[in-house]
């Protein structure tokens, strides 16, 4: 199986972003068809994406996610609009409610009501991207007065960061379909059932391009503690079944022992959350979440033991 989109995340560690031109070109010769940013402690999540706009046409863009806290509703929707009109129809826009340390800890914002915050600005987007003179009231937040003066000319397609039955509802109700994270290919038809069909699911799936176990594991472990004590993950994960093989990690985390909770996570949450092996087994196990309904796969390369290069050209779809 060939996966009809497949896509790698951006922008790479250790590369600056004015370097990233060739690898752009690079990406897009090896059938990468689409580059995904992110925003949580690195550039924001637009600025990577806004260069690939302009140094190659070939690739669909994408964010997963931005925050629906850190900018007001109307920035962000002329920061959204300013992508699409870079790459008609090639910007997919992914909102998410982000999680406590993003948005509170970090940018001094209350993390409050992240559902309806959500929503609120899922529905204010697609209102201002008419172009029409809008007084928005909701839940969350007012707006007055605002008429977007350059509103997109092909609206776009807006994903919801999604990890639990009401989002993902929402996700298949209002929005284009779900961006996924922190998820086995087996947990793709639990979240998928609650989008609906006829709806784009993307995943960043974390891939270490290593057939040292032991080495992928223990990276692998350090990164599932970092996340997964957010409690949003936790209760993804929880929700998903898997309390009981966590529960040690969850326990020993908030004991203060992180020692401890590495060395509780079990094998088989490693081996099922973050890919490891050789090149050509790391690219069937990212397609068997294309076969389990992702539609957007976005890999996120971890570099351990591997040149980037390396490990961007063995991983790329046809190799």
Known sequence: MTAPRY???????????????????????????????????????FTPLALAAAWEPRL????????????????LAQSVAAMAEAAPGRFTFGLG???????????????EHPFSRTRDVLRFLKQAFTGEKMTFEC??????GYRMARPPATAPEILLGALRPGMLRLAGSEADGAILNWLAADDVATCAKEVGPDKQLAARIFVIPS???????????RMIAAY???EAYAAFHRWLGRAELLQPMWDAWAAGDRKGALEVIPDEVTDALVLHGSMASCREQVLAYCEAGITIPAIAIVPFGVELGDAVRGLAPGS
Do not use: C, K, M, Q
């Open 139 to 144: 839940d969350s937040f007012t707006v007055r």
């Open 60 to 75: 669909h863009l994408g964010v997963a996610v931005t925050p629906a806290f850190t900018r007001g509703p109307a920035l």
């Open 211 to 221: 057939e040292d176990a032991d080495a992928a594991r223990y990276v692998g472990r």
């Open 228 to 230: 997964l004590n957010v």
């Open 97 to 111: 409610a982000s999680s406590e340390p993003v948005v509170e800890r970090w940018n001094g914002i209350p993390y």
């Open 7 to 45: 896509g790698i995340t951006i922008p790479f560690d250790g590369v600056t972003l004015a370097e990233h031109r060739s690898w752009y070109t690079e990406l897009a010769d090896l059938g990468y068809t689409d580059v995904w940013s992110a925003e949580v402690d690195g550039t924001d999540g």
